[in-house]
T-cell receptor
Framework: IAGITQAPTSQILAAGRRMTLRCTQD?????MYWYRQDLGLGLRLIHY???????GKGEVPDGYSVSRANTDDFPLTLASAVPSQTSVYFC????????????????FGPGTRLTVL | GQNIDQPTEMTATEGAIVQINCTYQ??????LFWYQQHAGEAPTFLSY??LDGLEEKGRFSSFLSRSKGYSYLLLKELQMKDSASYLC??????????WGAGTKLIIKP
């Protein structure tokens, strides 16, 4: 593994089903993030984690939950999927917690394309 | 509210120069980022500005004016591979990135 991996690459899901999107990084980064990207809109932050064991809510957290049991993994769970959650989901990581300044670059995984019918 | 504005789409010719503008209104400012995103791929980091002025990195340069809430990304000697979306993002007072919708750049031969 090099960088950030996400699984699955794409998924079609029936409304009401539970779904977990997986994200793993091997850069030993402290901070991790989940975004959704919709046509015509900027990336929107769903949840983030500054360090293992801590999580925080972003701009659009409703309907999603996360956990950060260790440094490498940051799964995103949709408890009961709805069609408005159809989107491309990107996981990202950065070396320092989001509360730090400076050129702390976020590195992105390849994304998961999710369709909820 | 917080807002990042970029043109939706721009067209330029191979070998030419193009300037992509970004204006922002955010709660606080802790740096501005430019990312490149090819269709169907992840965003990748291009540049970072926190002080006023120009940052140059090869064919790409980025400018910032904090007093005007304005930045631009300048791409020189355009190549076909530069066809992509360019995303402007501002780190706000909560140190979260606020993203623009992106500018789709089309390069024509």
């Amino acid at each position: 593994i090099a960088g950030i991996t996400q699984a699955p690459t794409s998924q079609i899901l029936a409304a009401g089903r539970r779904m977990t999107l997986r994200c793993t990084q091997d850069m030993r980064h402290n901070a991790m993030y989940w975004y959704r990207q919709d046509l015509g809109l900027g990336l929107r932050l769903i949840h983030y984690s500054n360090t293992a064991g801590t999580t925080g809510k972003g701009e659009v957290p409703d309907g999603y939950s996360v956990s950060r049991a260790n440094t490498d993994d940051f799964p995103l769970t949709l408890a009961s999927a709805v069609p408005s959650q159809t989107s491309v989901y990107f996981c990202a990581s950065s070396e320092f917690p989001s509360s730090s300044a400076g050129t702390d670059t976020q590195y992105f995984g390849p994304g998961t394309r999710l369709t909820v019918l | 509210g917080q807002n990042i504005d970029q043109p939706t789409e721009m067209t330029a010719t191979e070998g030419a120069i193009v300037q992509i503008n970004c204006t922002y209104q955010t709660s606080g400012f802790n740096g501005l980022f430019w990312y490149q995103q090819h269709a169907g791929e992840a965003p990748t980091f291009l540049s970072y500005n926190v002080l006023d002025g120009l940052e140059e990195k090869g064919r790409f340069s980025s400018f910032l004016s904090r007093s005007k809430g304005y930045s631009y990304l300048l791409l020189k000697e355009l190549q076909m591979k530069d066809s992509a979306s360019y995303l402007c993002a501002v780190r706000d007072s909560n140190y979260q990135l606020i993203w623009g919708a992106g500018t789709k750049l089309i390069i024509k031969p």
